[in-house]
């Protein structure tokens, strides 16, 4: 990995867990609305994950959308004002948290029901082959969405017209408050992978190396024609569900163990180790991640609410009769 | 102009739309090499090719999530249900997905799939397969509902459907496939969302649409025997919901009665006559009257089943209730 690519997925991650922290701040103090999902612990899946796509590559994703949308391309201001709601949020203040998207960065959402983007992914993986492109698509879901009958179809039918699709699992132990075990009957999930004739791989979601590594291999064999693959990456969120979870369905003792292996921590520890970049070219990193996301805060804060004839605004694509 | 049925009718619109925009493909059950249940798509597999007419698995979850992912990268998939009973494993997709994409994401994508299904009883198929619940589809803002009730109709919607940028569900009747009727040929397109008069009349406002439009003309035709002129209003989409031609009949008969097979308990009838209150109360003459489904899972007893659907003494009596 080149030096100027490291210290940028650095502080991308960095960025991710900033604006997550300010997030549950703004949330705490009434200006962000409804659910908020955080993406703490998890960063160097969909930073990983993204870094290995190819520009034009889709990008589709569940509910737990902030990280991801950032390391697409979209502004942390575009992202933190669409969490306020505000005008010059991603998706202009109609979307929130759960629905961010950016078209022009081949970001697809942002869903909000489990598992219903899944058939969603294999619609983009369509239009490609159909258009003969060959960008592939990355479709991100949680351990939960794979026992919910949207994956069967969607997966099944992608595997069946040999669509290049990547079905991420982010197996993050939990689906809301059911470990994995009590829900799914198979507890890993590329066991799940063999029922379609689906190649699958397993890998740490907690390095950012470990996650390119094996993406970008399976993203080149899916290009190169070989039908869809599923990655499961073992990772952890360090927060709850949402905001407001009670976490009764699991021990503190098991969080801290999982804090331990922190993913900034641990591509932070292997970038010295490997002489990618010093500990002071890091802290240099973690300011401009502090100050971006500080800009971004007074962006969205300072930025105005949606007039309100935009209540009536894009309820259909043209004109009825 | 030529005399062809309800089916040739859609299959011209399809074929014809196919021929001009390469952008449009067919996905769903049985759609190709079977050439679709209705055989609406007979031949197409063989002039289009499989990467046009799609068969797909029976998964209509996946079928409409797909062409919407399909539809947001630009392309226009005519996604096939084949009875609309089976539209409720894809309730998601469609109430979910096609009307709020393009709002929700501050209209960054656009969701242009048709959603072509069958609605309607009589067939003797039972509860689950015999269901006219049109009325809960139209409840969402963002689709476009429609339900032609002849084949020129049919033959200009869905041609409109097909280019239009909204996403649509195109509802056709289960027993109208065989109906006849006069179609213009070639490019004959018909506006979504407008409401037509299909029977001049001074005497009572009949609101209908798609199979129980062929049920009211019939009722009209015997009705006029007696001197009473009916004039009918078929509203061919039911979102939007064109008013205009149904309340400048009202204006003028000061009565009405509202036809739909579907449950009259939040249906078409119940939408229509509360709007005809709120625009034209003054001009009421009579309380207006619902001619309807029986409330109970449609019986598969052809007799028990024929009570539950409306039928032509029934719109005849209630116009009469309405004199």
């Known amino acids: 990995m080149e030096k100027s690519e490291y210290l940028d997925l650095y502080r991308q991650m960095v960025v991710i867990r900033r604006m997550e922290e300010r997030s549950a701040e703004l949330y705490q103090a009434g200006k962000i609305g409804g659910f908020l999902h955080l993406y703490i612990g998890q960063e160097a899946v969909s930073t990983g994950l993204v870094s290995a796509r190819r520009a034009d590559d889709n990008v589709i994703t569940a509910y737990r959308d902030h990280g991801v949308a950032y390391n697409v391309g979209i502004s942390a201001g575009a992202i933190m004002a669409e969490l306020l709601g505000k005008a010059t949020g991603i998706s202009k203040g109609k979307g929130g948290s759960m629905h961010l998207a950016d078209a022009e960065k081949f970001f697809w959402g942002g869903h909000a029901i489990v598992g219903a983007h899944i058939p969603v992914a294999a619609g983009l993986a369509l239009a490609d082959v159909y258009m003969e492109n060959d960008a592939i698509t990355i479709c991100m879901m949680g351990d939960g969405a794979t026992n919910i009958g949207f994956f069967h179809e969607g997966v099944n039918m992608a595997k069946v017209w040999n669509l290049p699709v990547l079905w991420v699992v982010e197996n993050n132990q939990y689906g809301m408050g059911t470990a994995v075990d009590r829900a799914s009957a198979v507890s890993e999930m590329t066991q799940k992978a063999a029922g379609y004739g689906m190649k699958a791989e397993r890998a740490d979601g907690m390095d950012l190396f470990n996650v390119r590594e094996v993406a970008g291999r399976m993203i080149e064999e899916i290009r190169g024609g070989g039908g869809p693959q599923l990655l499961e990456i073992l990772t952890y969120r360090f927060r709850g569900h949402s905001m407001g979870d009670p976490e009764r369905y699991r021990k503190q003792e098991e969080v801290h163990k999982w804090q331990e292996e922190d993913p900034i921590g641990i591509f932070r520890k292997k970038g010295i180790e490997q002489g990618l970049a010093s500990e002071e070219e890091l802290n240099e990193q973690d300011d401009l991640a502090e100050k971006e996301v500080e800009e971004a805060v007074h962006f969205a804060e300072t930025s105005p609410e949606p007039a309100p004839e935009e209540l009536y605004t894009e309820v259909y694509a043209e004109p009825l009769e | ?323």
């Open chain 2, 1 to 323: 102009m030529a005399r062809i049925t309800m089916r040739e009718a859609i299959s011209q619109a399809l074929w014809e739309e196919m021929e001009r925009d390469p952008n449009i493909f067919i996905m769903g059950e049985e759609v190709g090499v079977w050439g679709g249940t209705y055989a609406v798509t007979k031949g197409f597999y063989d002039h289009f090719g499989g990467k046009r007419v799609r068969d797909t698995p029976i998964a209509e979850a996946a079928i409409v999530g797909a062409a919407v992912g399909a539809a947001m990268k630009g392309l226009k998939p005519v996604a096939e249900i084949m009875t609309i009973n089976f539209a409720f494993v894809a309730f998601e997709q469609i109430v979910n997905e096609m009307p709020k994409f393009h709002y929700m994401f501050g209209g960054q994508f656009n969701v242009p799939v048709v959603v072509r299904t069958v609605s309607g009883g009589g067939r003797q198929l039972g509860a689950t397969h015999s269901q006219t619940p049109d009325a809960i589809f139209a409840h969402f803002p963002g689709l476009v509902v429609v339900a032609p009730g002849t084949p020129a109709d049919a033959k200009g919607m869905l041609k409109s459907a097909l280019r239009t940028k909204n996403p649509v569900l195109f509802i056709e009747h289960a027993t109208l496939y065989q109906t006849r009727g006069e179609v213009p040929e070639g490019d004959y397109v018909v506006p979504l969302g407008k409401s037509t008069v299909q029977r001049p009349g001074s005497d009572v406002t009949i609101v209908t649409y798609s199979k129980m439009l062929e049920i009211s003309l019939k009722a009209a035709d015997q009705l006029a025997k007696e001197g009473i002129e009916a004039e009918i209003v078929d509203l061919r989409s039911l979102r939007p919901l064109d008013m205009g031609p149904v309340i400048e009949s009202f204006k003028k008969t000061n009565r009405a009665v509202i036809v739909e097979e579907g449950w009259p308990s939040y249906g078409v009838g119940a939408e229509v006559s509360a709007r005809i209150y709120e625009q034209a109360f003054d001009y009421v003459d009579a309380p207006i009257k619902r001619v309807a489904q029986a409330e109970v899972p449609l019986p598969y007893n052809r007799t028990l089943e024929q009570m539950a659907i409306p039928k032509v003494d029934d719109v005849i009596k209630a116009v009469k209730e309405v004199l």
